[in-house]
């Protein structure tokens, strides 16, 4: 399902994102930024030992990746051309800063694709796997973190996906996007 908002395409799938054909694939990443399980461990699978080195090399610069925050490597060996890697938090029922930090994996992922000039992007449902994020509040963060960057008409990115792995995401990101209009 796409949706126009500031001429900007947002859509909504279910599927693997790591099949994804944009330019850049959002990986909802460990702060060790090598590798794990869900979405992060099928991208480094994927993509091969092109992304592990290069974020070896970003370990070795700044020790890893903050929750928060985003740090982006080649796609290797997926259709993509760039991954970026951004470490959501681990729901602990709200009670330490959860919700900004979620918030801000997508703007700061959104700020990195602008400084590459990258014009379409796909995100994963960051946080609601093994991290426990409840789905729904995290799907209203996506949104609304979206929508302020397109609102702010400062970015490159000219559409966003929301890939989603199972069909509770894709319903809840459905009914959340639709506010959009």
């Not at 993509?80 to 029922?93: L, M, R, S, Y």
């Not at 979620?102 to 700061?108: A, P, R, S």
């Not at 990195?112 to 991290?131: D, E, K, M, R, V």
Request: hydrophobic share 35%; aromatic share 8%.
């Amino acid at each position: 399902m796409e949706f126009e908002f500031n001429s900007v395409y947002i859509e909504v799938v279910k599927d693997d994102i790591t099949k994804s054909k944009l330019d850049c694939i959002v990986n909802a990443a460990n702060t060790s930024l090598l590798g794990g399980g869900g979405v992060d461990g099928a991208i480094h699978r994927a993509g091969g030992k092109e992304i592990v080195t290069e974020c070896i090399k970003i370990r070795e610069r700044q020790g890893g990746c903050p929750v928060g925050e985003a740090v982006i490597t080649t796609a290797g060996k997926l259709d993509a051309k760039f991954v970026i890697h951004t470490v959501g938090p681990v729901w602990n029922n709200g009670l330490r800063n959860e919700e900004e930090k979620l918030k801000n994996c997508y703007l700061n992922s959104l700020n990195l694709a602008n400084q590459y000039h990258i014009a379409s992007i796909a995100f994963p449902n960051i946080s609601t796997g093994i991290y426990k994020f409840p789905k729904k509040k995290a799907a209203e963060i996506a949104v609304s973190s979206v929508r302020e960057i397109i609102e702010g008409n400062n970015s490159s990115v000219r559409r966003i996906q929301f890939v989603c792995f199972d069909d509770e995401n894709y319903h809840i990101y459905l009914k959340t996007i639709k506010g959009l209009d």
